[in-house]
């Protein structure tokens, strides 16, 4: 694997997750609990598309075959996404939706704080502008993970439902493989294993806000980033985020 | 029948107050909440502005309907975009229905129950991806055309939300056009979406104004208080001389084969939207009522515990704070 194969898998990666997330999130439009929700998610999502703009733009500009951001998004099939499975489970309710958000922000901050000291100058400043959403983002999941979590009892229930439901899928975002090795040491990236102590220490103090147990397994699900084995998920998911273009094919929208 | 509708809409009003409440309006003075109002002034207000919050609410739904499947990434962005703004536009007009002594829950409690309405345009569907250019293009353009006006109406909160409104507006509307006009140019097929989505969604934009004035009861009389500026034909027939170019210059047919210019009246000449239809559209009877009030409904159930459990943790926040003083 060259160094331009491995950065762009890396960029899969980083603008995979955005994009299923944010397509995710959307689903909530018109649906949410209360109006300053739909508001929240609506914008969430929409950093999250802007991100994957960034994110796909640069993949296609590094792998060099004259692909766009929306070619990368709308015409690769499911063995070819490099998100992590927690962000294509789906929304089940209100509670998992944040649940899921939070965990996967929580993430998302700590990763894109450590990009800007990317040596890819590129990156560093895609991480410096997405960064500063996610910031956002992770104190709202957090507040309501919180507000949930020592709430009323049903809402203390649904919240240790739902994190007992996403737990196995948040090992997955620490798993480093050859592609991260490669950009750890080119400086690129950071070795994705070196995210945790901060993850479980940030994770742990809003948890414990939050009066939520973290489950005892360090079980792991994983086959996202690698893209050996999605959920049957993402399938359905694609289906709908990729039918126009696969219908017209050539059209310009 | 002016003076008679004053009459009938006042009665427990002190006619002094009323005299000098007019004149206030006619002096293009701003009423504000704490001011003296007629008990009918503060009813069409809270109909009117809960009715076109609930319009922006549930308006959500039809365009959400295509934020999944829009066809690039910055359509998708652009189209989060518009709907997180009728969202906000939800939240201004609400907040400006709560000055007068209507709080939001119970506004949404007579959305969801059927006593409060909102606009009928939004029981129409959204099938094809160009309905999304058209809403933008004909919905939007649409209701610039009513609210425009309204940010000169006399009641202060409403008149500010209505500049903060149509400042967003524009752009719903420009890239509403922009989208069409893409599909236009497109292939055969992207034409015919969107000539199929201006089929479907003309004559319910001309609707959006209202009947014609002749046959609307509260017209007169919100006219008088400056609620209304414009009556429902004018700015009809304004829509009318403006879109008609639009839709030639995309190389799209408006459906209404009597449409001309007329070189007398300095305006086209066009067919009325069938009446009949918009008053069963009114009673519930269009191609989406049931559905969208039931999403409605459906998320304002399934949120009640959301909503419980974030106030239980405020008043447990306030109680702890209370005991650490
Ligand atoms: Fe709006
Ligand atoms: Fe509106
Ligand atoms: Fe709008």
Known sequence: MTRDEAFFQFLLRMGDNTLILGHRVSEWCGHAPVLEEDIALANTALDLIGQTQMWLGLAGEVQGEGKSADDLAFLRDAWDFRNVLLVEMPNGDFGRTLMRQFLFDAWHSIMLTRLRDSKDARVAAIAEKAGKEVTYHLERSGDTVIGLGDGTDESHARMQEALDYLWPYVGEMFEGDAVDAEMAEAGIAPDPSGLRADYDALVGRVLAKATLTIPDSRFAHKGGRNGRMHTEHLGHLLTQMQWLQRAYPGATW | MYAQMIKSEATKDDPEKLVAFQARIDADEKIEPKDWMPEGYRKTLIRQIGQHAHSEIVGQLPEGNWITRAPTLERKAILLAKVQDEAGHGLYLY?????????????????????????????????????????????????????????????????????????????????????????????????????????????????????????????????????KINTNDELRQKFVDQTVPQAEYLGLTIPDPDLKWNEESGHYDFSEPDWSEFFDVIKGNGPCNVDRLAARNKAWDDGKWVRDGLLAHAQKRKAAKVAAE
């Open chain 2, 95 to 227: 907040c400006a229905a709560e000055t007068l002594g209507v709080s939001r829950d119970e506004l949404t409690e007579m959305l969801l129950d059927g006593r409060m309405k909102y606009s009928s345009i939004f029981n129409y569907p959204t099938l094809n991806w160009a309905d999304i250019g058209a809403v933008g293009w004909l919905v939007d353009g649409a209701a610039i055309m009513n609210q425009v006006p309204l940010q000169r109406t006399s009641f202060g909160p409403y008149s500010r939300a209505m500049i903060r409104i149509c400042k967003e507006e524009s752009f719903h509307q420009r890239q509403g056009y922009d989208a069409i006009r893409k599909m236009a140019e497109g292939t055969p097929e992207q034409k015919k979406m969107a000539q199929d989505a201006l089929n479907r969604f003309w004559y319910p934009s001309l609707m959006m104004f209202g009947p014609s004035d002749k046959d609307s009861v509260h017209s007169e009389q919100s006219m008088a208080w400056k609620i």
